[in-house]
């Protein structure tokens, strides 16, 4: 492709631009992890590895990872068998109501979540009377995730289109069998990159969840919602954040991995 | 073609939620003032193996957050009773945790008590139940906002005044009135902090109250519709001045420490800190005094757990865990012996915790109702549901 | 019998149709257009003005209050303009940023550059905005220590910090789908403009931006909505403005009916928005 040299380091100026915006706020942190304020004043005085050695005694910061995990962990599960389902339904078929459903499923991430929360908030305790707790956070959590996984599998069906498939069933496969050797093979990286983002949402999802968590739940972003306004606790925070950062290099060199042996995986 | 039949489909989803929706809406018919009757504990029996709270964050601390604050595990060997707490970050958003029935106690604010009774949300307290409410102090007990009629509804927890911070290195003269903060040509204007909350209207109310007697207002939380607009209005005028208002002591220290604020409403614990990070800050309660909160615990009328609940609205106001929780907290504490166990030994005296003349011009919070809280009962007062509005109104204007 | 049961399904596509959608639609319209219809019937409620329990009495009291309040239309346009110079500075910031990424890095650091974009998705939220205060603080904050002596200044706390942090959030909500739409461009096409004689510039109006457009709009779609109901930012670093969200989550618990009104109105917007954007094929992109 011809782009001119003046024109390519353009570019790369404004990715650096760029990326230095994203990683200058990021470096504050976790020098802010060792600032010995409590209030995180600037610059810092003197530096202390007082908060990590707090945070490594912190029991709370442990168990809100874990909830955070188990209520990702299963809103992806259920937005994983929703929105694959859906996709097949609206790639495969015609029926009424299709246009309102594809629209439909994009409500709940496009509708802000302070609006979401308070009605499943509304919903499960005035009007159903459900227990809120770890399940009411999952049924939030998977309503918003729904659409990612949807899209996703949505664009691989159309591209697969059904020839495979038909071939699979012209040789003598029944459809459980097609569905388990061809479809689900083909669709397996898109299924992958459509459940790490609803993962990703679902981890650090504050608004939903500070309507939907019952008693003795506290995610991690509640936990650090509780924590962070308490100067006491709030140097901990930064050390948390710092972690998740470093933490995060996992799942997205697991994403990256798989987007190499598919062309389109990469949406994440 | 199309577009017709997108249509029809989106007007069959939404009759469908229609439906849905009628048909789960409740149909409550509009209540009196009447206090529902709600009965009170007779007798504690065996612990039904866990307790639900409510509770502000840092009142109920099992050791997870920092090993050394523990008043929770303690209380799980000694009764058998798991602690599942909720934090709850505003007044309202208790008030809204309670209603759904899943909790047993609460640590009602002054700004959440009241409702929480009228509501029939809470029973009334068994005091005989509750052996350590003997050593409350006795200011506290059968107040407005957590009695009826006598009928103790609640166990207070401790208590605060809204104190008037300055940087002592800034503010020149120091202040000693409410009225530098709503002073129009403030030299300090853009400086100025307000505590961001309905509840702060109040603070103005109390300001008319003590420099405009022919408005005529006895209790800064029952306020006509004309006192209640003048007090907007002060806030009105006080808007320009305000650089940010604050929520969260963690903002409002920061602030105060760098400057941004120099003068404006703060809490004793947010002085302390501040002080403790080396900023030349000071906190008065002006000659108007002040608002001021009280904390109450609460048993809900639908408990399930009651006996555990009972055991915890004990536990939590021994002196041992008084103390402990207003020290990590940064309130007086309600227990006249805990100051005897707090680790810093002028902690009580730098909260006034036993001082009964400290506290005399110190208006708690409440919820203001129609009926007035004053005993007026020739105009209806602006209930509390209005000084949201008019907050969220004053906060956008 | 698997077999027979894999038969049976084959040749009934009905009920395959219905075993596939029952579950997707019974959740969307039962647990989330259920849950929303509820809440906006609420509006036309009132309340007891005393316990805050809601009475389900209609009356349209709660629309006239905050239509004839100007406070109510000043935070909405606020809002609205918040979320819309959002979506405008990611869009700027992104579309460049995703290009060099997709077509001008080579593959190897193609992937470290999506990484790179992505990792800042992982540290909380609340985290960042309280990074961007101590960034923005007025005399004390990062900005001005770093920038203060060539004579650049904070804005200091509201409108701008406010779009900024929210800019921040939601940026890579922004690139992601830009770089995916890139990626699929084939090369080809570009050097077909070239070999045609039309300049860079030109390339990227005619061919580049209508081919992303639909990408575009998708991320728009993440840092217009989220901008629109977010109210923690602007707790924290907003000063003394107040979003939209800021109203709704305060009226909630004492005045649920109040809030449910209010909420109608990014929920209107956000209804128009979908229809417009509905045509461009966005919405497949998301």
Known sequence: MTISNKARYALMSLMGVGLAFIYIPLSVVIINSFNSSRTFSWPPQSFTTQWWSKAIGNTGVRKAFGWSLTAGLLATAIALLLGTSLAFAVSRYDFFGKEVISLLVILPISLPGVVTGIALSNAFNQQLGISTGLMTIVIGHATFTIVVVYNNALARLKRMGTSLQEASMDLGANGITTFRLITLPNLASALFAGALLAFGLSFDEIVVTTFTAGPGIQTLPIWIYNNLFRPNQAPIVNVVAATLVIVSVLPIYLSQRLSQDSTSGGRF | MRKKRLFSQIAVASAIALVLASCSSSDKKASETTLPKVEMMKSLGAGEGQVNIVAWAGYVENGSNDPKVDWVTGFEKETGCKVNVKVGSTSDEMVALMKTGEYDVVSASGDASLRLIYGGDVAPVNTALVPNYADIFADLKNQQWNSVDGVAYGIPHGRGANLLAYRTDIVNPAPTSWGAVFDANSPYKGRITAYDSPIYIADAALYLMKTQPDLGIKYPYALDQKQFDAAVALLKVQKPLIGEYWGDYLKHVASLKSGGTVLGTTWQVNINLAQSEGVKVEGIKPVEGSTGWSDTWMISSKAKNPNCAYKWMNSIVSPESNAAVAEWFGEAPSNAKACDLTSDKNFCTTYHAAEATYWNDVYYWNTATEACLDGRKDVKCVPYSEWVKAWSSLRNA | ?286
């Open chain 3, 1 to 286: 019998m698997k077999s027979s049961v894999a038969r049976w399904m084959y040749k009934r596509p009905k009920f395959r149709l219905v075993a596939l959608l029952a579950a997707p639609t019974l959740w969307l319209v039962v647990a989330y257009l259920g849950a929303l219809g509820a809440l906006l019937v609420t509006a036309f409620f009132t309340i007891d003005s005393f316990t805050g329990d809601v009475v389900a009495q209609f009356n349209l009291g709660n629309f006239q209050d905050m239509l004839t309040d100007p406070a109510y239309r000043n935070v909405v346009l606020r809002t609205l303009g918040i979320a819309l110079s959002v979506t405008l500075i990611c869009a700027t910031f992104a579309i460049p940023m995703a290009f060099f990424m997709a077509k001008i890095a080579k593959p190897r650091n193609q992937k470290i550059l999506v990484a790179l974009v992505l990792t800042p998705l992982w540290a909380s939220y609340l985290v960042k905005i309280y990074a961007w205060r101590s960034m923005l603080e007025p005399r004390t904050g990062v900005i001005d220590w770093v920038l203060g002596p060539i004579g650049i200044r904070s804005p200091g706390f509201g409108g701008p910090a406010i779009v900024i942090g929210l800019s921040y959030l939601w940026l890579p909500y922004m690139i992601l789908p830009i770089y995916a739409g890139l990626e699929r461009l084939p090369n080809s096409l570009l050097d077909a403009s070239g070999d045609l004689g039309a300049g860079n510039f030109y390339t990227f109006r005619r061919v580049i931006l209508p081919l992303i457009f639909p990408s575009l709009v998708a991320g728009s779609m993440f840092t217009f909505s989220l901008s629109l109901g977010d109210y923690i930012t602007a707790q924290i670093i907003g000063g003394k403005l107040q979003m939209l969200g800021n109203v709704v989550y305060q009226n909630f618990s004492i005045n649920l009916p109040f809030a449910a009104t209010i909420a109608t109105i990014p929920v209107a917007i956000m209804a128009i928005y979908l229809w417009l954007v509905r045509r461009t094929g966005a919405l497949a992109s998301l």
